[in-house]
Nanobody, 125 residues
Framework: QVQLVESGGGLVQAGGSLRLACAAS????????MGWFRQAPGKERAFVAT????????YYADSVKGRFAISRDNAKSTVYLQMNSLEPGDTAVYYC??????????????????WGQGTPVTVSS
């Protein structure tokens, strides 16, 4: 059973930056695609970014493109989300997810079988 633990969330002013990390309990995640999703208050969980197993392919939601960057360190079984130029609209609980047994990135929540507990991000204006 794979466990995912997010960290790095917190309170930041608009225009600031945060770096989220997602550590996995199993080294085998290095062969699987990973993703970040977020759920804002009163809204459904939505796609943010995804990365293939090798890191060669990344995709982003239009709302974060150019501001956020997803990366991974397979030796550490960790995926990151660098968030720059944060806006109040980025306030949400951020979840990482593992696409077990698949190497290609995906923006669809139904493609992910393992989820972290989430880390809250609050951006003040």
């Amino acid at each position: 059973q794979v466990q995912l633990v997010e960290s790095g969330g917190g309170l930041v002013q608009a225009g600031g930056s945060l770096r989220l990390a997602c550590a996995a309990s199993a080294r085998t995640i290095s062969t699987y695609a990973m993703g970040w999703f977020r759920q804002a208050p009163g809204k459904e969980r939505a796609f943010v970014a995804t990365i293939s197993w090798s890191g060669d392919s990344t995709y982003y939601a239009d709302s974060v493109k150019g501001r956020f960057a997803i990366s991974r360190d397979n030796a550490k079984s960790t995926v990151y989300l660098q968030m720059n130029s944060l806006e109040p609209g980025d306030t949400a609980v951020y979840y990482c997810a593992l696409r077990a047994y698949y190497q290609s990135a995906s923006r669809y929540q139904s493609d992910y079988g393992y989820w972290g507990q989430g880390t809250p991000v609050t951006v003040s204006s």
